[in-house]
């Protein structure tokens, strides 16, 4: 005789896992076009234009497409206040789909301004493909720790996944094809996406009074012990990381290899990352997420140590295999914290606010790495993560500080 309790509880575990399915779907699509924007404009850019403007133009391209990020926490609370966040969603997974699209096409045909435009209206967007839809992945699963936390792996999975395949099918189609025809592809899956996140369950209704304005949701970042934390040891960690692209190239000539080759270091990195987040997707994290993102920040400085101090090539694919395999637990720990600390009604505006505060970080942690690569690799590699253990002790002392009365 089947039990009371088998019989309530199948249909919602299917309908959940139905529900999971399809934000994997939409995620991948919209991640691997916000992962393969920036290389595919660049692309289109030394295709159609001159050389001695094609590296300026496409530059200030892909800056156009990124900048609209820091507007994230404006566009974010009416993702909040949204009746139906599907609608929105799919509405902008549109237009980021056909501005990059249209801008890609027209680039080298239509005055720069008027690609620039299209650029940066397809850059509004960009909020609502990354933060803006993890901020909805909470309300999909059980409330329980272990379902959260193994969605909070998928999603850590699906961003691995997004940020090789991005510019990957970029490259591969571009040489195939067209630069222009990959980043209409890249379109069409966001198109796509916009689809499937029309399938999501029907959200509840928030009640407009009870979602804070914006000029209230950076002060509660700054202000709540645990966001803080999370939001510094973020924005530390993503600047150092962001800064690996320029050290790689430099590591050629202590390794003795083609800069292409060192390239490969970046390449194995993601693949680390890859294999860890599936790993975590089967074997959530446990434990209190504010305690689990000092850990995490902590075991990556050491990562850091380990690249600066790997004498050869090969020695220098492990360490970075490390770093990527010690990122997905770093990523799925900030993602449980964003969500166990921000406020319901506020969830997506948080998750906004610290993507934007992340990405600005990591630039500017990409145009320090440009302008130290004087010190050389090695050490490059140890102020990194040297900045990175430091975070990783503020959090400390942050959090022993605030538990005094």
């Known amino acids: 005789m089947t039990s009371p309790v088998q019989v309530v509880t199948a249909p919602a575990v299917t309908a959940g896992t139905r529900a999971l399915v399809r934000y994997g779907l939409a995620a991948v699509g919209v991640r691997m076009l916000d992962a393969g924007a920036g290389v595919g404009l660049l692309l289109v850019a030394a295709h159609r234009l001159e050389p001695g403007t094609a590296a300026r133009t496409g530059g200030l391209l892909v800056a156009l497409y990124t900048l609209p990020h820091l507007a994230g926490p404006l566009l974010a609370r009416r993702l909040d206040l949204a009746r139906d966040y599907r609608r929105l969603l799919g509405v902008a997974y549109g237009l980021v789909g056909v501005f990059l699209a249209t801008a890609a096409w027209t680039l080298g045909r239509l005055p720069v301004g008027v690609v620039a435009v299209l650029v940066l209206l397809a850059g509004l967007g960009g909020p609502f493909l990354v933060g803006g839809l993890s901020s909805r992945l909470a309300a999909l699963v059980p409330a329980d720790e272990v379902a959260q936390r193994r969605a909070q792996g998928l999603d850590a999975t699906i961003y691995g996944v997004a940020a090789t395949a991005g510019p990957a099918v970029v490259a591969a189609l571009g040489g195939w094809w067209s630069p222009s025809a990959a980043v209409t592809v890249l379109g069409g899956l966001a198109l796509v996406s916009a689809v499937v996140v029309q399938l999501l369950p029907r959200p509840t209704a928030p009640e407009p009074a009870s979602v804070p304005r914006v000029r209230d949701v950076l002060p509660l970042v700054l202000r709540d012990p645990p966001l803080r934390r999370v939001n510094y040891a973020t924005m530390v960690t993503a600047a150092a990381q962001a ?49 689990l993102t000092t850990r ?21 694919v492990v360490a970075f295999v490390a770093m990527g395999a010690a990122t997905a637990p770093f ?28 990405i600005t970080a990591a630039s500017g942690g990409t145009a320090l790495a440009g302008l130290l690569v004087v010190l050389g690799p090695s050490l490059l590699l140890v102020v990194g993560g040297g900045a990175v253990l430091l975070a990783a002790l503020a959090t400390v002392v942050d959090r022993r500080v605030s538990a005094r009365p």
């Open 331 to 358: 990523v799925t720990a900030t993602f449980a914290a964003r969500n166990t600390y921000a406020p319901r009604d506020a969830r997506g505006q948080v998750f906004v606010t610290l993507s934007a505060l992340k």
């Open 296 to 316: 995490q920040v902590a075991v990556v400085a050491g990562c850091f140590g380990l690249c600066a101090l790997a004498p050869t090539f090969g020695w220098g």
């Open 243 to 291: 800064g690996l692209a320029v050290v790689v190239v430099q590591l050629a000539g202590p390794y003795r290899v083609e800069p292409s080759t060192a390239a490969v270091l970046l390449a194995v990195m993601g693949a680390g990352n890859l294999v860890a987040a599936l790993l975590l997707s089967a074997r959530p994290l446990t434990g209190d997420p504010d305690r």
